[in-house]
């Protein structure tokens, strides 16, 4: 509305004898916004405080920085982050002692937080240990790369850092430019601590205290936030500082009306659409659609291996082999991802030791019925499959296609549609017997995923597999710093998920970018939302 | 019913071609209803991907859905799926809120004030975000779709009910009932409440229209009936998503169906308080 | 003198009704002269008020003038336009109205009615308009005109309203008045204060008057000719007391025998073969053996309702077996109070009746429909459209104490018992399959009596059982209940505002006022002798011929 | 006096409300500790969250005490005006209820406003003509207008008129996000437009209302118009009419005067009723137009099990349901006189 309004402005200006101050100033100011509009809406500034949305994500990463951060590489043409390029943010440099235990970063001179104050290795210290001692998000993330005490992070001097670790740990640095260990300005927050609340997780929570590349000018939660650049700012590639002046992000959570607003020009990027509306306006081919496989995250149709009848691996197979998986992948997505089923393993190995790996299944009822009489059930079985309120659109059609085809086989599926919340519960206390899921892996390796979705009496573990050579795998390969014995790790991983298929892997959904064709610049990140630094307008 | 009011209605149905029409409708309704099992040209829930999403045709009268499935059938399955939930919510406060209400409007004393308080809790409530938190709590399964409806009603016919019989209980023949040997609670029961069911079934057409668009709401935000049980609601909602893509037949003809159902029962509610308002009698 | 007032040639009222039109008026014609006062008498149905309502051209949608001729002065109202109406209606002929309370505007002050109708017709400022409204409450006679000029209707009494009402209709100096049973439902005291008042005004300043009403004493009294219509036609004219003495027409005849007076006799009322008593011997006043206990004894009763109003503050009473005795009192004096709680339909606060000698008091009227006293203390109620249960038809209404009292069972023995009930009553056997509403006022009444005698009790409560009905009507019901009393030996307590009916009824009479007793004794005494000026009011206030007659005499 | 009674009649109409509340209160603390959502598990979902981070959700939350100790400690806090704080939001509930419900009212009370508007007209032009042609034509169109969900109404309007003909602005929110906010004074931005002067700004909030203001409106006409029909014939037919027509006061004044003002007071008390139905049901509208108010808020804290939003939803809109009762009881009191004497 915004355009057609300055449209009509011009209009009119142009019919009163050229009167120009007004509309082409707007216009230019337009030009310089970027307008984003989301589902979900931002719910905290701090992307550490328990319950924080991506959206939240999205915005910590412009508002602060962090020691370090990923670089981006091409692939299949679209622009990804990249895990193993990871280059330095407030960090000027870092370098990793030869025996992997001690990482030193040298940060920036010219570095200042929005305040105009230095950021000085003590900031950064104040900053970790707060990140992995106080209660919040960040400590279970950077557990991940051996980053649990504060004793491991060490001021040298005010441009000097150290992080020392128990063993080599080729996810410590990774962990580092994840969302959470943001640096805060410590002298600022300290100014807001209470005695309960030592590290200021309650003002942090409404106000920022970074030195990223945008300054907050607004904050609605659960309606708007507004940004504008930081102009001091020089961490971008290149050294330069964010293409727009101005953000705002806004809350649309009615799906269409997000596509109606991105094909008016009204808004300049959304990600989370449906399928069906991505599908219709890249055909339309007015706007630029940048289609991603979301290539560290999966969705799966998981069994309770611990709950009869799925603790029978033949049942399992079954199901595998039971359902018509290039249909629910039309109707559920229009297509749009990567299927993780219908391949075909040479002499029935694993062809490499990456996950998510496609998987040599497909629609086989023969072979089905065949698995359900080996696990006694030559008549089928009664169960119940369930998927989340927030997941209908896509889940929907896929259960009705899953019911459909296991009735094929005897088996009789009662669809339940559960709120969000109930999912999670009844996830985490493994009441569910077979369900519908997506998992995402900011650090996508092979260990990561089987270590955290494969092992473990723990919520993610969503089939409650328990299964002690692979638990004893992965754990192994989590510090094995030979490549190729990590491959061979991973492919007997991927040999022994096969065997027991404690969960069907459906799909890698696409990240669908719909954006104005002016946008240039996006990159698919590992947390699923689009980082405004890298956008620019053509 | 008598011939006179049979006569009434004949005279006010001609004088009010409208009810007569929703009268019709309704009666189509409830039949399409009785028989869809055998009115639908196919399976409600058979998908057929390949031919998904297809603009209506000579074969698909209505087009198919996202999984190819026809939606003509899908409605008309529906119909009685939707009527089940509205009659049977409406049905069940409709006869806890009469027997309620007339008690309470017989007696007075204490009951009244105590029913009072909790008819003053209920309405209290927000309405739907009631209804949206009982079918939360108690999972979106049919049953509790209709109880969540049907308790979110009961206030409207407990105060009807109890206003109607209250303003009946000392007419004469309400006392002469009394002094022919009847108790009170038979007098409520059998002399007051067959007075004032006319009224109240007006009330209950006009609040069957309700009850469907209540659940299409529910529908909505996802707290409807588990899929691929064909709802109108559900069906109306999923095929919001298509509006912007084009697939106005997703939308369009379920949404026909839920309005034409509504219309008719309001409509028909409307005619019948026509026959029954006395004050319309000459 | 040279042309009437008002010229009614031939009018013809039509309804259009679900059943086809209906004639509500069939060719009246009348004439009135400037300054007369006109009755206009019938009974319900007979085209009266719908007469009054053709002059003013006030008929409801549903009718329209059909044919005939009014001309009012040298205007023709049949012909006028809309706003020539208007600018008639106040000003040149005004109305007043049954149910004066219903007939203001309940949310404007009354001055402010009173001067709305000024301003209609005249062009003067909203402060003159109120300054003459004021004068016109003192014309009325009401009290504190200045404060009640800011009253609103619900704070004045039914006549007080009444009052308020001629204030407007007078308000334009109308040449004529059209009364439309202007006091029915005003207590009988009321009803004479508005009456002279009414009368005196129009006198006074020079108003001619139709006053419409089925109260033929009320016209007699006020009104110099008299009009009898009867089913929309014009039966008879006549200066009053010639009509009463000497009516001609049969119907004007049945009237006047029917409207009780001060000295008719129940035998009287109904002339002819449809005569019910006249085959009857005089009804032998039962002397009960002496040492049985009395039929019905009320000690010391008192009702206090629970928002803290007393309704009935001491009331005791002794009734003998088939004796009458009738209860008096206007409006708020506690006698349907009293009914009731004798009848066991409600519970008393304090006191005890003794029925049959037993004490029925004790049981609570929640459970008293088990007791075997209840079959013997049945009640007839007022207002017979009220009293039948709509869904119910005769035979349901007679048959049901039947089932639940005398424990009958569906068969041709309850059908043979009910059949003889209506026969006593003199209900037509093929009108039992009937519902209420296609049953006239009469028939309802008398199924009323029926299911009340069905279980042939001992003692029968009447409360005001004539009330709502035509005088034809309340003559043979009357009559009928009588003859019952005398047929059974039925007790009765009659409960009734009208004092002609109950001194006619009634061997003894209790007055009733504020919920005490004002007087009791042998009605006839009672009534000719008053004891107390209370009931020397009430009895005054009875618009009776013998009085007028006396009054023109003298 | 007449003022004193009815502020009397008010006070104790509100006292005896408040058992009501309570009832509420207790009722909905109940009903969402029924939900089989634990809310620490949903907000503990971030990537990697665990056992220990579920715990500190729950105690954070007061979740590992027995439910009647969390019950008295939820009244306490009530009492002292804390609704609790929302997991979504991260913000105190009061705070959110206090920022949206500005929001919710304006957008209802504008709804209403035009139900009103062209709901009465509608009415008294039917109850004028009762059983003509424009009766049947007000009766059809109000039921067309109830038997289309809001959410059906609401998104064909936007696609209508956003999307196809590009006449309304981006259904995203209460005003043009390019906009200057004016400084609030009332929470309502078109008084607040109007109070800082800012004409385009109040235009421009204007259009974005109108849209979902309709959709509202287009649900609750007919119940109104319906009353008003109902009433209006009532009192065309009623006794007093015939008197003011029988001393010839002019059409004008019987209809308006004299049936209108008896006819609008059961028209009071509807508007009432449907005004507090609105202000709960409109959870559909606030989430097709994206629309900051209270009942969006409350929908997504249900989903997600988030107690205590839900709580201080229900809780503030059972109070302003007593509060509306209250404004229609004094308005109708004033209307009315009859009234005062109770």
Partial sequence: MRLTYSKQMLGAAAALAFVVAAGPLQAQTRAETLRYVTGASVNTLDPNIPGSTREAFAVSLSTYDRLVSFGRKQLNGKWVFDLDSIRGELAESYEVSPDGLKITFKLRKDAKFQDGSPVTAEDVKWSLDRAVTAKILGKAQLLTGSLTDASQFKAIDPLTFEVTLPKPDKLALPNLATVYPIIINSKLAKSHTTEEDPWAQAWLKDNTAGSGAYILESFKPGEQVMLKRNDDWNRGPGGKQAFFKRLILQSVPEPATRANLVEKGDVDIVIDLQASDAQSLEAKGKLQVISTPQYNAMTFISMNNQMPPFDKVDVRRAIAYALPYDDMFKAALFGRGELLTGATWADGKPPSGAFPIKQPIKLDLDKAKAYLKAAGFPDGFSTTFSFNVGQSATAEPMAALLKESLGKIGIKVDIQKLPDAQMSTQITEKKLPFFTEGIVAWLPSTDYFYRNFYTGNQRWNYSSIDNAELTSIAQEARFEADKTKYEADGVKLNAINFDQMPQVPLWQPSQDAVMAPSIAGYTYQFHRQVDYRDLSRK | ?282 | MTQPLLNIENLHVTFSTRRGPVEAVRGVSLSLAEGETLGIVGESGSGKSVTGFAVTRLLESAGRISAGRITFRDREITKMTSAGLREMHGSAMAMIFQNPRGALNPIRAIGQQIADAIMAHRKISADDARGEALELLRAVKIRDPEKRMAAYPHELSGGMCQRVMIAMAISSNPALLIADEPTTGLDVTTQKVVMDLLAQIAADRGMATILITHDLGLSARYCRRVVVMEQGRLVEEAEALTLFHSPQHPYTKRLVAASPTATSRVEDLVTGDENLLAALPAAPLPTPPHGTPPLLEVRDLVKRFDDGTVGLKTFSMVLAAGESVGLVGESGSGKSTTSRMICRLLDQSEGSINFNGESISHIPARDFHRAPQRKDIQIVFQDPNDSLNPRFTAFDCIAHPLMRLAGMRNGDALRARVRECAHRVGLPADLLERFPHQLSGGQKARIGIARAIACRPRLLVLDEPTAALDVSVQAVVLQLLDKLRREDGLAFLFVSHDLNVVRMMCQRTIVLRNGEIVEQGESHALFDNPQTDYTRELVDAVPNIELIEAAVAG | MKLASTAKRAARRFASSLPALFGVLVFTFLLMRVLPGDPAVFFASGPNAGKEEIETIRKQMGLDKPVPQQLVLYLYDVGRGNLGRSLMTGQNVTKDLKERLPASLELTFSALLIALVSAIPLGILAALRPGSLIDHGVRLFCALGVCVPTFVSGLLLIYVFYYLLGIAPDPTGRVDIFMTLPPSHTGFLLIDFLIAGDFEGWWAAFKQLILPACTMALFVIAPLARITRASMLASLGSDFVRTARSVGLSWWRIVVTYALRNAILPVITIAGIVFSTMLGANVLVEKVFSWPGVASYALDALLSSDYAPVQGFVLLMAFVFVIVNLVVDVLYGIADPRISIG
């Fill in chain 2, 1 to 282: 019913m008598s011939s006179a009011t049979l006569q009434h209605a004949a005279f006010i149905l001609r004088g009010n071609p409208i009810t007569a029409v929703a009268a019709a409708g309704s009666t189509l309704l409830i039949l399409v209803g009785l028989f869809a099992p055998w009115l639908a040209p196919y399976d409600p829930i058979a998908s057929d991907v390949a031919n998904a999403l297809q603009a209506p045709s000579a074969a698909h009268w209505a087009g198919t859905d996202q999984l190819g499935r026809d939606v003509f059938s899908r409605i008309i399955v529906a119909t009685q799926l939707d009527l089940t939930i509205a009659l049977s919510a409406v049905g069940i406060s409709f006869v806890l809120g009469a027997v309620i209400g007339a008690l309470c409007g017989y007696t007075g004393g204490r009951l009244d004030r105590s029913v009072g308080r909790f008819v003053d809790v209920l309405m209290a409530f927000p309405l739907f975000v009631l209804a949206m938190a009982m079918v939360a709590a108690l999972g979106n399964r049919v049953e509790n779709i209709v109880i969540a409806t049907a308790i979110i009603n009961l206030p409207f016919y407990i105060r009807f009910a109890r206003a109607e019989v209250n303003v009946r209980r000392n007419l004469g023949w309400v006392e002469a009932a009394r002094a022919s040997g009847e108790s009170h609670v038979s007098v409520v029961l059998r002399f007051l409440l067959p007075n004032v069911l006319p009224a109240m079934v007006v009330q209950m057409s006009l609040n069957l229209g309700w009850a469907i668009i209540n659940a299409a709401g529910l529908s909505f935000i996802g707290l409807g009936v588990k899929p691929p049980t064909p709802e109108w609601g559900i069906m109306v909602a999923e095929g919001a998503r298509f509006i912007s893509t084009g697939k106005w037949w997703l939308v369009a003809f379920p949404g026909l169906a839920l309005m034409l159902a509504v219309l008719c029962f309001n409509l028909l509610g409307d005619g019948l308080r026509d026959i029954l308002d006395p004050r319309q009698r000459t």
